[in-house]
């Protein structure tokens, strides 16, 4: 039978596949979060926090390396335990993490499920307490996030995995997690998870308390913003007893309507823009017992504004409507523009959920979830305190998976000569002066300092490996053909 003969392609050259024993990784860059971690010395806080969990394997792995482990696969990007395997598979994790042994799914699972309610509750208020002790206080005071998300659950039955209200799958069981957000400094200030059954108000107050309680005392709250799911009587009385300025959106209830919005004469409305008018009122529900409170009253014209968002009504077509409770003093104009500023917390929600990947980690124990969602919150601070410390001013607006994406993922490999781990990083000539300029930065002071020496030249290794020559892009067009 002829042999078949491939032409060859004049503007590709062959490719020759060989193998190298060098360890080579794609997440290099994770060394600047090892030094920052050092630096703000959280190696030290989990072990104050932690102490061992008990394991009746001889070889067990410290409670301090499984939970630096977690927070080094949650910033690499994992999103199910699984996925822990593939860092534990990876030679040169420990020596760029500094961890004897990367922990299995397995030893992660256990670890979670060491925890019960109250060692989840104390370790996570030391732990968040922790991770805001670097963030610097705001004079005139921080404005608190109040929001709540869905985290929807799949496979087996998981305990408070029930059914309630979820929008993109109705019907699905799912967890009903709670945040408070400080809006200015972008940190998780608490965070709980509840059953899938819960409403959005369902233990509010005391969940504020627990949130004030974590706060440091050098900070001081400001502002609390909240949607309608927080629109009860109790949390605005908590509010008004603590002298907390806030602005929390009202239900359009008929009785909302009926008191509110039908008491407000056309007169009143004032308009601030093309299609938007707003009006203020002070009003008493009959549960209130005689107190009267200001509504603040947004609404958008339709037909001006299409896209606007709020609640259309039957009873005032052609408008769509906003009306908060506030007891603050200042103008309608400015309540309205105060409050549109908490549609950040949407955007923090979205980093929990899509850059740490926390809702797809849930196991058979509530607390041993409830552990694995909040010490996820604490890493959310600790990569906001990175990204505010080691990178330049600009990346403050970035979302953090950029990090993942243009500071962690960076390829190198290793090369042993003696008692030294050389490590070569495929960075760009352009980038290289600043990645050495944060690594020096963060580590100076540290005892990992005096491990690391830097070289910007190009020289082989000893015994260099057989390493493929750079092959050209583009061959001209008068080259000769290549050989089959």
């Not at 061992?52 to 335990?81: D, H, P, T």
């Not at 534990?88 to 670890?111: C, E, H, N, Q, Y």
């Not at 400015?334 to 923090?348: H, K, L, Q």
């Not at 243009?406 to 980038?431: E, S």
């Amino acid at each position: 039978m002829k042999q078949r003969i491939t032409q060859a392609s004049p503007l590709y050259p062959k490719i020759l596949f060989r193998f190298t024993d060098h360890p080579i990784t794609v997440w290099a860059g994770v060394i600047l979060l090892r030094v920052y971690f050092e630096w703000v010395g959280l190696r030290k806080e989990i072990g104050q926090q932690l102490g061992e969990f008990v394991k009746r394997s001889n070889n067990q792995i410290a409670s301090v390396e499984v939970v630096l482990s977690w927070f080094y696969g949650l910033a690499l990007g994992a999103s199910r335990f699984e996925h822990f395997t593939r860092y534990r598979r990876d030679p040169m994790m420990k020596v760029l993490l500094g961890i004897a042994r990367f922990p299995s799914p397995d030893t992660v699972r256990r670890f979670f499920l060491s925890f019960d309610y109250r060692r989840v509750t104390e370790v996570s208020e030391q732990l968040i307490r922790f991770s805001l002790s670097k963030t610097r206080p705001i004079l005139l005071g921080h404005t608190l996030d109040l929001d709540s998300t869905v985290f929807c659950r799949y496979g087996e039955k998981q305990q408070g995995s029930l059914k309630g209200y979820n929008p993109k799958k109705p019907g699905r069981p799912s967890h009903h997690p709670l945040v408070a957000f400080l809006s200015e400094a972008r940190r998780v200030l608490w965070a709980v998870l509840r059953c899938g059954n819960s409403r959005s108000a369902n233990g509010c107050v005391e969940f504020l308390r627990q949130a004030l309680a974590v706060l440091p005392a050098e900070h001081k709250v400001a502002l609390v913003r909240a949607d309608a799911g927080f629109f009860e009587k109790r949390f605005l009385e908590f509010l008004e007893r603590r002298e907390f300025p806030y602005i929390i959106v009202a239900k359009l209830t008929p009785i909302v309507r009926r008191v509110v919005l039908h008491s407000i004469a056309q007169q009143i409305w004032r308009p601030i823009g093309a299609g938007i008018e707003v009006a203020n009122v002070e009003r008493s529900f009959p549960s209130w017992q005689g107190k009267s409170r200001r509504f603040v009253c947004l609404r958008q014209e339709i037909s001006e504004r299409p896209q606007a968002r709020g609640k259309r009504l039957f009873d005032f077509p052609g408008y769509s409507y906003r009306v908060v409770v506030t007891n603050l003093t200042y103008s309608a104009e400015i309540i309205t523009r105060m409050y549109s500023g908490r549609a950040e917390s949407e955007n923090r929600i979205k980093e929990l959920k899509e850059d740490l990947s926390l809702d797809g980690f849930c196991l058979q124990s509530f607390d041993a979830t409830d552990a694995a969602f909040r010490t996820g919150c604490v890493l959310y601070n600790l990569l906001a305190g990175f990204r505010d410390t080691v990178l330049p001013r600009s990346w403050f607006e970035r979302r953090l998976r950029a990090l993942r994406e243009f500071v962690f993922l960076l390829g190198a490999d290793f090369i042993y000569q003696g008692r030294k781990v050389k490590v070569r990083l495929a960075l760009p000539k352009p980038d290289r002066p600043e990645f050495l300029s944060r690594l020096r930065t963060v580590s100076g002071g540290l005892p990992i300092a005096a491990q690391l020496e830097w070289s910007t030249s190009q020289d082989l290794p000893a015994q260099p490996d057989h390493v493929i020559p750079r092959l050209p892009s583009y061959i001209p067009p008068t080259a000769p053909p290549l050989s089959p």
